[in-house]
Every structure is written in C-alpha cells, then in structure tokens.
C-alpha cells in the first residue's frame, strides 16, 4: 500500500472485533461511574497550547517534546490534548461551574502524545478521565479509589495493585526539592543523561528514572515523605486510614512523582505485571492548584485517567466470551420473499433479540457460511411463509421445525428475553 495514505505510526485502526472489548469496558465504566455520581462533560480535542503548557508544566515531557501542535489559519498556537484535565479546569472555569460548587465529572477520548510506540504505548490512545471538585478532605480520595477497585472488580479483573505517594504542598515540596538538588549533584555519575538534565529543571521527575545504573542511588535519595507539611501528613494519613477501613490494599511508593507538574498531596496509580513496560492501567491524583494557576477561585481538586487500550487489553485476556455483543441469530431467507424475510427478523426484534439478516443473496451454501461466520448462536431459515427451520450452530439442541410464531416463542425463552409482541405482524402463522 501507498505509504503516504497508511494510518500515522502509533494512531491504530479499532476494528470490529477488538470494538466488542471496548465497549463492554465502556460501558460497564459508564454503569460504575453513574453509580457514584459523576456526569460526563465532553471537551474539545483541540486547546490552544498555552492551556497545556501552563497546567502541564513546561519542563515536563509531555509539553517539551511530546505535543503535536500546529498553527491554526489565524495563526494560533493549538495542539492535540495529550490529556483531559487541563480542558476540564478551563472549561469548569470558563463556564463558572467550580467556584463554591461541588462538581463530579468523567470525559473519554482520544489523546495525543508524540511517544516511541510500543505494546501498551501509542500515539493516539483513549482515557476515561473522572474529576471532581470542590472536595479538600481525604474521604473523595478514598471515594476515587474505591471507584476504580469496584470498576477493575466488575471487569473481572485482579492482580492490579495500587501505589500511593503524597506529594504535599508546593512550599514543603520546594524545601525537599533543594535537598534532593543536592543529594543528585554528589551522585551524577550514577545518573544517566536525561536525569541530569532534569536536575535543574525538574528534579522529582528524577526519582522515577527507570535507568538501572541509578536504582540504587535513588532508593537511597531523601524521601518526599520526610518533608511533608503537617496538614499534608493528616491528609495522607486520614486517606489511609479511610482505605484500610474499605479492605483496599496499597503500597506507599516514595518514588511515585507523576510525569505532570499540576499534582498536590495523594497521587496514585494502578499497575499490572501482565502488559509488559507499560504497567500503569489508571493514575492520577489531587491537583488543588490548577484552578486558581488557570485564572479560577481556588478550588480543590482530584482525578484520575484510566489507559483504556491498556485496561482492554487486560480484558482481552480474561478470554471471557462477547456473548453480550453480535447478533444471536442469522437469518436465512431461503424460500422466502425478502420481504417476508425482513420483516420477520422484524418480528425476532420485538421480543429484543438481535439479528443479523442476510441480505445480498447467494448460494444456500453462501448464506449458511455467513451465519457460522457471524458468530452466531442459531440460524433461523425461513422455508415457507408460516414455517422456518431453527438450527443450534453451537450448541446440543440440534434442529426443529416450527412456526414463525412458534419460533420466535422458542428463542426469546432461549435467550430469556421478551418484547412488544403487539407489534410483531408476521407472529401468528399467516
Ligand atoms: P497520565 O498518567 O499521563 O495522567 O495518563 C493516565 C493513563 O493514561 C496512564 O496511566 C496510561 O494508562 C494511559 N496513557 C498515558 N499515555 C499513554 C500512551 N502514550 N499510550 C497508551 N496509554 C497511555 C493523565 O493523563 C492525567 N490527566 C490523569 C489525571 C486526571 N490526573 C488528575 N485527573
């Protein structure tokens, strides 16, 4: 193929068969975050840069060399979002939805990150992000945690666990920050040359250095936690504490840092061993800041994004079988009109099964090679207009002859489903 029309190196194609993943994780995310509260906002793709530059910080990877960004015909600087949270302060602010008010939000997207792809690294990657705000105390942040154990628990999933760090105030942050400055200094030579750089320029990010030559330096680095301001000690020890009550497991990981400057106090990220390098499944954190850094009132402020390539991935593995998803039924007109046809899938329809018709003619042959391809639990094939044959593809009940009526009595206490039989025309043997 022409390579010049190819999709663009980390931006994939979902097809078909991978989208019956997606959108049973969506929706049973959708389903879990209704049950908490939280409304979904939905925000452009595209922000002037300066919106990312400021809340993401502009010593971060992301905003140095990973944004695509391009000039508008006005002449604007605009970039793709490489996350979400940046766009829901500008737009809680811009629409005054945060000063004095309480607000839960979630939003799903594509983003966009200029990285080295790889398994579980892309491009173009969807998150599911869930914000909330004007809540200062710990228990939102246990509620946020709690959220995604109940979401990774409905997936069915296990084995992901959950790190926790504080990173406490911007102010106690500073003192550590020049303690930690000059602990990296007498140690450069361990580091290596994307750490010291970062040095001057965003030393905490340093702790997070995956460099094996400086594992052992950085295990031994001053610890955040040391120099933590006192509210920010009750906070975190509140949030535990709340935690521990819930049956939630963690691990207090010194060295979480987060790669985005906007984070205050708890930050948190779900990891797994089954995704290779790309291990974070959902991070995130409080970030009490950005509002009043982007113009707002001061307002406090948590959330959290989860990976969903990632997370579906994860699904995909379980192996668990899309049965909710596909058609139940294909239907073969065979002796029939298709006229008779369509309108009996029709009917199949009003008692809520779901049907895929066979449309575009064909050999019998052609037609029953489509209905094994459709994944499809029956075939029904219309002999007569009264009569049509219900076959079994998959499992033991084999093949019985029947009447439409009868037929569609049959596979509705099959799949224990019911509907608007007033409406179903072609029910009754006509
Ligand atoms: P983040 O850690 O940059 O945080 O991204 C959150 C999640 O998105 C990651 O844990 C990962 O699962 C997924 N992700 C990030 N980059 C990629 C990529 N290149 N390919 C595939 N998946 C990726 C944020 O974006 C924050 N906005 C989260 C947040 C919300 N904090 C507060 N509110």
Not at 101 to 107: A, C, I, S, T
Not at 228 to 236: I, K, N, Q, T
Not at 247 to 265: E, K
Not at 274 to 284: K, N, P
């Amino acid at each position: 193929m022409n390579k010049a029309i190819q999709a663009v190196r980390g931006m994939n194609d979902l097809l078909p068969e991978d989208v019956v993943y997606w959108q049973r994780v969506e929706a049973t995310a959708q389903d879990v975050l209704n049950e908490y509260g939280y409304r979904e906002i939905r925000l452009p793709v595209v922000e002037r840069t300066e919106l990312f530059a400021r809340s993401i910080g502009s010593h971060t990877d992301i905003v140095e060399k990973e944004m695509y960004t391009f000039e508008d015909r006005n002449g604007d600087s605009l970039t793709l979002r490489p996350e979400g949270t940046a766009s829901a302060v500008r737009a809680g602010i811009e629409n005054g939805l945060l000063h004095n008010q309480v607000q839960r939000w979630w939003y799903a997207g594509p983003m966009f990150r200029h990285e080295r792809p790889q398994k579980g690294r892309y491009r173009q990657f969807h998150q599911i992000g869930v914000e909330a705000y004007g809540i200062a105390g710990p228990d939102i942040d246990a509620e946020m945690i709690l959220l995604t154990s109940r979401l990774f628990k409905r997936l069915g999933l296990s084995g992901l666990r959950l790190e926790l760090n504080t990173l406490g105030t911007p102010e106690s942050r500073a003192a550590y920050r020049a303690r930690l400055v000059a602990y990296l200094r007498q140690h450069l030579d361990a580091l290596d040359e994307d750490s010291r750089r970062r040095i001057d320029t965003n030393p905490l990010r340093v702790l997070d250095s995956k460099h094996p030559d400086a594992q052992d330096i950085l295990r031994k680095a001053p610890s955040l936690l040391e120099h933590l301001d006192g509210e920010s000690r009750a906070h975190f020890e509140e949030l535990r504490a709340l935690l521990d009550a819930s049956g939630i497991d963690y691990q207090i990981n010194p060295r979480l840092v987060r790669g985005l400057d906007y984070y205050s106090r708890t930050v948190f990220e779900w990891l797994t061993d089954r995704l290779g390098a790309q291990s974070a499944v959902c991070a995130g954190g409080r970030y009490d800041g950005l509002v009043e850094l982007l113009g707002g009132k001061a307002t406090p402020a948590i959330g959290f994004a989860i990976g969903l390539e990632r997370l579906v991935e994860l699904v995909r593995q379980l192996g668990v079988p899309t049965d909710d998803i596909g058609p139940q039924i294909y239907l073969v007109p065979a002796g029939v009109p298709m006229a008779t046809a369509l309108q009996l899938a029709e009917s199949l329809r009003d008692l809520n099964l779901r049907v895929e018709c066979h449309c575009g003619g064909g050999s019998q042959k052609s037609q029953w090679k489509r209905a094994e391809r459709s994944g499809a639990r029956y075939v029904v094939q219309a002999e007569t207009p009264t009569q049509v044959t219900v076959k079994d593809l998959r499992g033991n009940e084999g093949q019985r002859s029947l009447s439409y009526g009868d037929a569609g009595a049959y596979l509705a206490a099959r799949f224990g489903t019911c509907g608007d039989s007033s409406n179903t025309s072609i029910r009754a043997e006509n």
